[in-house]
């Protein structure tokens, strides 16, 4: 059984992030990411908006996973009709 991690400073300086949808916080990460390329933010500035990067991509991540969850499958019978649904299996 794992421990949920305590909520550090770092953690509640990004507490936004949590409502936000995945399409918002995947255009504020590639901002980011825009402004980290090109160079052109002062070093302390550059700490703090690569560390909101990594929990908007943190937050990206578990948005992806909680969507593949849901995602499922048409099943169809012998005769080609729909009969069903079961969950996806990325494997097949």
């Not at 825009?34 to 578990?62: F, M, P, Q, T, W």
């Not at 948005?63 to 005769?79: I, R, Y």
Request: proline share 4%; charged share 40%.
């Amino acid at each position: 059984m794992q421990m949920a991690k305590p909520q550090t400073s770092k953690d509640s300086r990004h507490a936004d992030i949590g409502e936000m949808s995945f399409e918002r916080a995947l255009k504020e990460l590639e901002a980011i990411v825009g402004r980290l390329e090109r160079g052109d933010v002062e070093l302390e500035e550059s700490i703090n908006i690569y560390e909101r990067g990594e929990a908007l991509k943190d937050h990206c991540d578990r948005l992806l996973k909680q969507a593949e969850a849901k995602v499922e499958k048409l099943t169809l019978g012998s005769d080609g009709t729909p009969k069903g649904t079961e969950p996806l299996d990325p494997q097949e």
